[in-house]
């Protein structure tokens, strides 16, 4: 079965430049999500989009932005980086609308990561 | 907001002993629990969940969990670890739309 993509899985970045990570959830999934895991930290939620519309927000950045798109992939925009922007970023997708006819358990699905290094 | 709390941040037992690691839960509403596995460099693997049926969960690689509403808890146990076991086990809660609150996680090392 067809899972959540995320490119690139690593990246490496020099402060002050920008980044962009970029999450394919499940088809026929209508609500993306955006995690940040520090070394050894538990994944904190940054941001999430349902059908295509920004939904909740969490401790994201105001350096950080994220759209969804059409065709329901989402892109992570990351400028100005610090070194404390190191860590693994991780997108999950769920169905949360009426279309896929069950109800949500509010199980996420999650992607693989991105490795984000910043030198 | 509904929250967890993963009692111990490093949990160590040797092969073939039994595997316990504790969560507890904060929530005004029923909820939907997860148990996440978490292997080194990689992403995080639903090992079961909790969504109001049965209060007995069996997950995947022989791990179960029960749903104890009167100690709020959720504790994920197996009856005989293996090294295959070793990562890291994140409870979570779920937010609903605004997704999962996880706790700090619980590194499980596997003696030989």
């Known amino acids: 079965a067809a899972g959540v993509i995320q490119s690139p899985r690593h990246l490496i970045k020099e402060k002050r430049e920008t980044a962009t990570l970029k999450c394919y959830p499940i088809p026929r999934h209508d609500t993306v999500y955006w995690y940040q895991q520090g070394p050894g930290q538990d994944p904190q939620f940054l941001i999430s989009?349902?059908?295509?519309?920004?939904?909740d927000k969490g401790s994201i950045p105001d350096r950080f932005s994220a759209q969804q798109f059409s065709d329901y992939h989402s892109e992570l925009n990351m400028s100005s980086l610090e070194l404390g922007d190191s860590a693994l970023y991780f997108c999950a997708s769920s169905l949360w609308g009426l279309a896929g006819g069950d109800p949500n358990t509010g199980e996420l699905f999650f992607g693989e990561g991105s490795r984000l290094t910043v030198l | 907001a509904q929250s967890v709390t993963q009692l111990g941040s490093h949990v160590s037992v040797s092969e073939g002993a039994l595997v316990l690691l504790r969560c507890n839960y904060s929530?005004?509403?029923?909820?939907?629990l997860f148990w996440y596995v978490q292997y080194p460099n990689q992403g995080l693997q639903l090992l079961l969940k909790?969504?109001?049926?049965?209060?007995l969960v069996k997950g995947i690689n022989g791990f179960e969990a029960e749903f104890k509403k009167s100690e709020t808890s959720f504790h994920l146990t197996k009856p005989s670890a293996h090294m295959s076991d070793a990562a890291e086990y994140f409870c979570?809660?779920?937010?609903?739309?605004?997704?999962?609150?996880f706790g700090k996680g619980t590194h499980l090392i596997i003696q030989p």
């Open positions: 979570a809660v779920s937010e609903g739309a605004d997704g999962l609150t």
């Open positions: 989009f349902y059908e295509k519309m920004q939904s």
């Open positions: 909790y969504t109001s049926a049965a209060t």
């Open positions: 929530s005004s509403v029923p909820p939907y």
